[in-house]
């Protein structure tokens, strides 16, 4: 199933010179009639979550705000406190796990399971290379946007399971904001699928690749592009629970949330899952509009930056250094601004963001119909 | 302004319009819930507890349910000289602990009727004013918490690190310092105090900008607390508000120029009060300008003592101490602008003890609480949070 464009890739690689090449060989590799390699292809965005949450979520976000307010974030537990997250993780594997007596067992169990897995199911559609995507639909990013919505359901679950009013309270507000957000989202994002005329992930990036980089990319496809860019990160913001939208854990209003009375793994889990989603709504943001995998950098002339830049290895850079890019910007939010109340949250939601939303929707509708 | 009807069982849905509460559902049959914000909550300041009514997340009743630290420090004054009060009104407003000192010493000295020496007194105003900055950044700083802004928290203590530095060097101890005494100081300040001063001045003005850059002119911030939990002025007075809070109602009262003490009357500083340009006068936002305008005020009052204090020579911080202190039979009310607002001190003395007969305190904080039933009333939950950080109470000095 390979397609022309992607021919244009010079660096020769196992299986890499194919759309998708490498996910399509681990799809075939079985051994002893086990289908081991579709383990693998699941289990690489698992790895990547927990490494990079590990290494560069937590611990970034410890050393980025430590920058921001003058101070040093860890320092103790190896060079620069590097090593701190794993102690965290190590601490908290050895907690307690309590369950509260009053707590309704099952959901409180379950709570942060469907929110991790609500999380980590959107990175099957991820294409983190031209030749890897964990599955290749070409409804990706009907998926993706569809499977956000799996999340409200954990944070429910864990709210109300917990038989706190405080995490009753993040539950019932975090609902009603990403059930609230996911309109200007979709429709922002629609706005993307307009201008690529497909929902396949993959098809969305090869449509952004060109020898002069950047300028392929949706964001600037037409005048209009930004709009429906600008106010996807927004909603993003708002739907993975991010500074100023993180009123469903509101630390100084609402304790923690609907994750007050959660402790050690499951606290653990909790967090994994709004990394998780964190690089998940980076990602797709940079797919739609900043060329996923394909390379930035432009043709100059016999500078050939963009064709020696692009190529399955250099596309997980690529991809990974752009969700990183959107997560930093996430945190730098975060420690910058104050939060929203509820009511202006959802002023923000239905007053600013979806009619203007529906208007880029509109002039990228006109835009792809009369201009060529 | 804010009113929640009830309609037969269930209560009345509202929703807020720009600064009115309007009624969008009537009928809908829903149960009040009691939610006990506290005592150990994030946002309660330490261990208030309030025990809110809500609707939602709309709150009916909140009421402050206080003793979570009462240490019988009125007690505790009868069975201890005079002297050894000091360290007990440290731990009053631990904040602002040169301000307790000071209107306890003045209160004795009242009941004495001493005379002190200028030196101390100027050297009383540099560290009260001190504190008062120290305190104000603690105050802003955590309100910008309670509004979910961290950042500015910490840049207010890197700042803050620096006066407690001072004040450290000066006394001996970095928040509750015993250095007020009755009839003098327990040192004179060390030999390049004032230099230091001065650096830090100049230091601390744009630094004061900064701050009030990161949290005025952000519009979430502005708002988050603009026009909300507006007191009127005869409300405030009605009260017995004082200090920021009531300037913030738009009532110039400021005790250092209304009921002066020590050299105050001396010094050129502003009453600040709110101009109702950005903030509604008397709102959540008044209330945080008055603290944040107020530090450069007392910047200048430090910088005029600067100028016009008494050299060293020959100076004994302690030589108008007496010697023991048993003051004729009688009793005083003196009051002292703190931070907070009037903390004043009642002693009776029957003259014949070295012990107070009877010593109380009338707390800013506990004052100001008191009007948590009105404010709250028909608030949201984060507006609740502002409302409460924007009284800036030390449990310390309500629960006493």
């Avoid at chain 2, 509460?21 to 909550?41: R, S």
């Amino acid at each position: 199933m390979s397609t022309t464009p992607l021919s244009q890739f010079s660096i020769p690689l196992l299986m890499g010179n194919n759309l998708n090449g490498w996910s399509e060989a681990l799809v075939g590799f079985n051994l002893l009639g086990l289908p081991l390699g579709l383990v693998i292809l699941a289990a690489i965005p698992l790895v990547f979550i927990a490494l990079y949450s590990l290494t560069y979520g937590v611990y970034g976000e410890r050393k980025i705000s430590a920058f921001m307010q003058d101070r040093l974030g860890p320092m103790e537990v190896g060079k620069w406190g590097l090593l701190q997250t794993i102690a965290d993780i190590l601490k908290l594997l050895q907690k307690e796990d309590i369950v509260p007596t009053s707590a309704d067992k099952f959901l409180f169990v379950i709570g942060p399971g469907i929110l991790f897995v609500g999380s980590f199911l959107a990175y099957a559609v991820l294409p983190f290379s031209p030749a890897f995507i964990g599955a290749s639909l070409n409804v990706g990013l009907f998926f993706a946007i569809g499977i956000v919505a799996i999340e409200v359901v954990g944070i429910l679950a864990a709210g109300w399971g917990s038989n706190n009013k405080w995490s009753l309270y993040g539950a019932v507000r975090s609902v009603a904001q990403i059930v609230s957000y996911e309109i200007p989202a979709a429709i922002a994002l629609l706005c993307g699928a307009m201008m690529a005329g497909t929902l396949d992930m993959q098809k969305i990036n090869i449509l952004q690749s060109g020898s002069y980089g950047f300028a392929h990319f949706f964001l600037f496809h037409s005048p209009i592009a930004w709009i429906p860019f600008l106010i996807y990160f927004i909603a993003s913001l708002a739907e993975v629970n991010r500074a100023p939208f993180d009123i469903p854990e509101a630390e100084s209003e609402l304790v923690a949330g609907y994750f007050t009375e959660y402790s050690g793994m499951k606290f653990a889990v909790i967090f994994l899952a709004e990394y998780g989603s964190m690089f998940m709504v980076s990602a797709i943001i940079s797919v739609v509009f900043l060329g996923g995998w394909n390379s930035p950098l432009p043709n100059l002339g016999s500078l050939a930056l963009n064709t020696w830049t692009n190529g399955p290895i250099w596309g997980v850079l690529w991809m990974i250094s752009k969700g990183f890019f959107f997560i930093f910007v996430q945190m730098w939010l975060r420690w910058t601004l104050p939060r929203l109340r509820v009511d202006q949250l959802m002023y923000l939601c239905w007053k600013v963001l979806t009619p203007f939303a529906f208007i880029s929707f509109v002039l990228t509708a006109i835009w792809e119909i009369y201009v060529p | 302004m804010q009113e929640l009807e009830r309609v037969g069982q269930g209560s009345v849905r509202v929703t807020r319009k720009s600064d009115k509460l309007v009624i969008v559902e009537k009928d809908l049959a829903t149960e009040q819930m009691v939610l006990a914000m506290g005592p150990q909550h994030p946002s309660t300041h330490g261990v208030l507890k309030l025990e809110c009514l809500t609707d939602g997340e709309v709150i009916t009743e909140a009421i402050p349910c206080l003793g979570y630290l009462h240490r019988c420090f009125e007690k505790c004054c009868e069975n201890v000289d005079y002297p050894a009060v000091v360290p007990y009104t440290d731990r009053l407003d631990y904040l602002s602990a040169m301000n307790s000192e000071f209107a306890y010493a003045i209160a004795v000295e009242k009941l004495l009727d001493i005379e002190i020496p200028r030196r101390v007194e100027f050297i009383r105003v540099i560290v009260a004013e001190l504190n008062r900055i120290a305190s104000h950044l603690v105050a802003i700083g955590t309100y910008g918490i309670d509004l979910g802004a961290f950042t500015p928290f910490l840049f207010c203590f890197r700042d803050r690190e620096i006066i407690l530095g001072l004040l450290e060097w000066a006394s001996g101890a970095r928040m509750l310092y015993n250095y007020i005494w009755i009839g003098g100081l327990a040192y004179d300040v060390p030999a390049d105090f004032l230099k230091r001063l001065r650096e830090f001045i100049t230091y601390f003005r744009p630094k004061a900008v900064e701050l009030q850059s990161l949290l005025t002119e952000n519009e979430i911030f502005l708002k988050r607390t603009r026009g909300i939990g507006i007191m009127p002025a005869d409300v405030a007075i009605n009260y017995g508000w004082s200090g920021p809070m009531l300037r913030g109602s738009g009532v110039k009262w400021d005790l250092r120029r209304n009921d002066p003490y020590s050299i105050y009357p001396e010094l050129d500083f502003k009453v600040v009060v709110p101009d109702g340009k950005l903030s509604v006068v008397g709102d959540c936002l008044s209330r945080h300008l008055v603290r944040a305008l107020e530090m450069e005020e007392s910047l200048r009052i430090i910088e005029q003592c600067i100028d016009k204090m008494p050299t060293s020579e020959g100076f004994n911080p302690r030589s108008a101490i007496p010697k023991r202190i048993r003051p004729k039979a009688g009793e005083v009310y003196s009051r002292a602008e703190n931070p907070r607002g009037e903390l004043g001190f009642y002693i009776e003395s029957d003259g014949k003890s070295t012990k107070p007969v009877r010593c109380k305190a009338r707390s800013s904080c506990f004052v100001n609480l008191s009007a948590m039933k009105d404010l709250s009333k028909g608030q949201l939950i984060p507006d609740l949070v502002a409302i409460i950080g924007s009284i800036d109470i030390v449990l310390g000095e309500v629960d006493r």
